[in-house]
């Protein structure tokens, strides 16, 4: 009986002793602090073939325009469009603050998004996709969104 009761003391106390350990927080996704710039000039590289784009920053006036929803206070957005208003490409990317969910504001976006915002024309496929805080949506042609779409995935600074 004094063996069964010295087991199960030396048990729990190395239950306890790992359970005490300090464990090491999940790692942080580098999109989280890569410039916007940046992360849009590596996403957008080689995917948009011979459309002539130009990139900005997004403010409060022009964010619905992009994403569909009301201007988020705190974010930081990014914007890439086709030069010519006839072609129906649009890739954005929105970094929500501290705070913000994430995946609901990406829900809402995929919601609100206008695929065709052109007078014109509409995008074919529209992706909305979230890593870390930044948000991507990405309107255009099939082909040329799934590949901004995978170079979003594989994006590293």
């Known amino acids: 009986m004094k063996r069964f009761t010295i087991i199960l003391l030396a048990l729990m106390l190395s239950l ?14 580098p999109i989280d602090d890569a410039p916007l710039a940046d992360i849009m000039a590596a996403i957008i590289k080689d995917a ?4 002539a784009t130009a990139e900005a920053e997004v403010d409060a006036e ?4 992009f994403f569909g929803i009301d201007a988020i206070e705190g974010a930081e957005a990014y ?20 705070g913000t969910d994430v995946a609901e504001t990406a829900a ?10 052109w007078v014109c024309v509409g995008a074919e496929k529209t992706i909305v996709k979230t890593r870390g805080n930044v948000v991507l949506l990405v309107m255009s ?3 040329i969104a799934d590949q901004i779409a995978a170079n979003f995935d594989a994006y590293q600074p």
């Open 141 to 143: 042609q099939t082909a």
């Open 79 to 98: 914007s890439s469009e086709a030069l010519i208003n006839a072609i129906a490409h649009s890739v954005a990317l929105l970094r929500v603050p501290e």
């Open 62 to 65: 022009r964010f619905s325009w």
């Open 108 to 117: 809402q976006i995929e919601q609100s998004a206008n695929p065709n915002k």
């Open 16 to 29: 306890a002793a790992l359970a005490c350990t300090a464990q090491q927080p999940a790692a942080d996704d």
């Open 48 to 51: 948009t073939g011979e459309i």
